[in-house]
């Protein structure tokens, strides 16, 4: 059981340039959300999935996209990269529902850098 | 709209010492669930403490524990015998079923040898 996975750990991009980050979770969570976080802050919902071909925006979702073609799967889409995305992305998956904890568990993160 | 707030941007402790970390919370709900994260230097978000909104008795783990006061909408975490490893950010979350968290904006603890 390995949890939330996140790929790549760390990444340079260039302004302009895109990249998709990959999330994967084998614990058969509906949820699935996707984190920023900027040095010395607290976290930022970029955007969330209550299950598989359902997706929302959260907090700061300008300059993302995300789809969820499968429950294990939520890949971010940065388009057309700005030094303002520079931050370190987290993954995350919880249960909600009968048996569930809502808990939310956490991938390692990403850390990317836009220069 | 739900928000989590905690008041102490920085603490610090002493080995072996005990530290309590505050939260509070405002919220209309009577049913949701609270969450201690830990943020190592390592930036993993790990999972400290879990409580249930409908449960009256406080959570432990260990050496975590809280102190739950529904009423006053605070939810505060005690370390005991405070470990060098524990030095890192913590977080406060709320979360009502099927909605999303809300995290505070974390508190750095420094533990001193």
């Known amino acids: 059981n390995a949890g939330v996975t996140q790929t790549p750990k760390f990444r340079i991009l260039k302004i302009g340039q895109s990249m998709t980050l990959q999330c994967a979770q084998d614990?058969?969570?509906?949820?699935m959300y996707w984190y920023r976080q900027d040095p010395g802050m607290g976290l930022k919902l970029i955007y969330y999935s209550v299950g598989a071909g359902i997706t929302d925006k959260g907090e700061v979702p300008n300059g993302y996209n995300v789809s969820r073609s499968t429950t294990e799967d939520f890949p971010l889409r940065l388009e057309l990269a700005a030094p303002s995305q520079t931050s370190v992305y987290f993954c995350?998956?919880?249960?909600?529902?009968?048996?569930?904890?809502?808990?939310?568990?956490f991938g390692p993160g990403t850390r990317l850098t836009v220069l | 709209a739900q928000t989590v707030t905690q008041s102490q941007p920085e603490m610090s402790v002493q080995e072996a010492e005990t530290v309590t970390l505050s939260c509070t919370y405002d919220?209309?709900?009577?049913?949701?669930?609270l969450f201690w994260y830990k943020q190592p230097p390592s930036r993993q978000m790990i999972l400290v403490i879990r409580q249930e909104a409908y449960k009256q008795q406080n959570a432990t783990e260990n050496r975590f524990s809280v102190n739950f006061q529904k009423a006053a909408k605070s939810f505060s975490l005690k370390i005991s015998d405070s470990q060098l490893g524990d030095a890192a950010m913590y977080f406060c979350a709320y979360r009502r079923n099927g909605q999303n968290f809300v995290f505070g904006p974390g508190t750095r603890l420094s533990v001193l040898p």
């Open positions: 995350a998956s919880s249960y909600s529902g009968t048996g569930g904890t809502d808990t939310q568990y």
């Open positions: 614990m058969n969570h509906n949820y």
């Open positions: 919220t209309s709900e009577s049913d949701y669930y």
